[in-house]
């Protein structure tokens, strides 16, 4: 279990850099130790390639599942799933501790436009039963069908972000979170966290009425406070890391790499602007 996560952790960070780089800052400061507390999935609900085809690994894996959870303004449900109780890796960190909780979510895409449903359920079809495949895409970091159309995403990202970045980024892992309460440091508070995110060069924003750097957003999904190291967070500041250049390239061509970067940006950090 351990390594599948691992895979999927280092996908997520090999495209996420100023993530990765606030990682490695926290846990500079905190003994070398981070604790996560959760991980989050996002996919397409329509014809298995929804929620299930993600969730069966966590399952087999001793993850039990709890409440479902709706958005609809989003047009998104999702389950959470809490992990074993199993012995954990003393000295741990990241996905080599304690155990995450784990996020899944999925688009309800017969609530979408016929336009964007058409592109979906095109892409869906060409890939088959590719949902079977969804842990493998997710810890190598691959589409289960093909390159998507700089067109066609735009289409999408004109109607929902969520499905914009699922185009995009099928199964892979969206966000990490960060428990807080579980750091050994001053940094367990998570004012003085913030501030020193800070005062190493991560400016911050108010998007969504809470004070986050330019991919982090501070919530509180259960009585502890969490930091979320976002790939792409609708509720705070979007990272324009959201895309690895290879796949950019493939379906945007020749165009401007930062001008594509940037397609879902609100506000970023000066390092890749």
Same mark, same amino acid.
């Given at each position: 279990?351990?390594?599948?996560?691992?895979?999927?952790?280092?996908?997520?960070?090999?495209s996420?850099?100023?993530?990765?780089?606030?990682?490695e800052?926290?846990?500079?400061?905190?003994?070398?130790?981070?604790?996560?507390?959760?991980?989050?999935?996002?996919?397409?609900?329509?014809?298995?390639?929804?929620?299930?085809a993600?969730?069966?690994?966590?399952?087999?894996?001793?993850?039990?599942?709890?409440?479902?959870?709706?958005?609809?303004?989003?047009?998104?449900?999702?389950h959470?799933?809490?992990?074993?109780?199993?012995?954990?890796?003393?000295g +741990?960190?990241?996905?080599?501790?304690?155990?995450?909780? *784990?996020?899944? /979510?999925?688009l309800?895409?017969?609530? @979408? #436009? $016929?336009q964007?449903?058409?592109?979906?359920?095109?892409?869906?079809k060409?890939?088959?039963?590719?949902?079977?495949?969804?842990?493998l895409?997710?810890?190598?970091?691959?589409?289960?069908?093909?390159?998507p159309?700089?067109?066609?995403?735009?289409?999408?990202?004109?109607?929902?972000?969520?499905?914009?970045?699922?185009?995009?980024?099928?199964?892979?892992?969206?966000?990490?979170?960060?428990?807080?309460?579980?750091?050994?440091?001053?940094?367990?508070?998570?004012?003085?966290?913030?501030?020193?995110?800070?005062?190493?060069?991560?400016?911050?924003?108010?998007?969504? +009425?809470?004070?986050?750097?330019?991919?982090?957003?501070? *919530?509180?999904? /259960?009585?502890?406070?969490v930091?979320? @190291? #976002? $790939?792409?967070?609708?509720?705070?500041?979007?990272?324009?890391?959201?895309?690895?250049?290879?796949?950019?390239?493939?379906?945007?061509?020749?165009m401007?790499?930062?001008?594509?970067?940037?397609?879902?940006?609100?506000?970023?950090?000066?390092?890749?602007?």
């Open positions: 279990m351990v390594s599948v996560l691992s895979s999927m952790e280092r996908v997520y960070l090999d996420n850099p100023t993530a990765k780089a606030v990682l800052l926290v846990k500079s400061a905190d003994e070398e130790q981070i604790c996560y507390d959760h991980l989050a999935f996002r996919t397409f609900g329509i014809n298995g390639h929804g929620i299930d993600l969730a069966t690994l966590f399952l087999d894996y001793g993850y039990t599942q709890r409440e479902e959870l709706r958005f609809p303004a989003k047009k998104v449900r999702a959470w799933y809490s992990p074993p109780s199993v012995p954990q890796f003393d +741990g960190s990241g996905v080599n501790g304690a155990l995450p909780r *784990v996020f899944i /979510s999925e309800i895409v017969d609530q @979408l #436009s $016929s964007a449903q058409d592109i979906i359920k095109k892409y869906i060409i890939s088959g039963s590719g949902c079977r495949h969804a842990t895409a997710s810890a190598l970091g691959s589409l289960t069908w093909k390159e159309l700089y067109s066609e995403f735009k289409t999408l990202e004109r109607e929902s972000e969520y499905a914009a970045w699922t185009f995009v980024n099928g199964y892979a892992l969206n966000h990490v979170a960060i428990a807080t309460h579980r750091l050994k440091s001053q940094l367990r508070n998570i004012n003085n966290l913030n501030q020193f995110i800070e005062e190493n060069g991560f400016k911050f924003n108010s998007e969504g +009425g809470t004070p986050c750097p330019s991919n982090f957003l501070m *919530v509180s999904p /259960s009585k502890f406070p930091l979320t @190291l #976002s $790939s792409l967070n609708v509720l705070c500041c979007h990272s324009i890391e959201i895309y690895p250049s290879r796949r950019l390239k493939n379906f945007i061509g020749e401007d790499l930062k001008l594509g970067m940037r397609m879902l940006s609100l506000q970023v950090h000066p390092e890749s602007s």
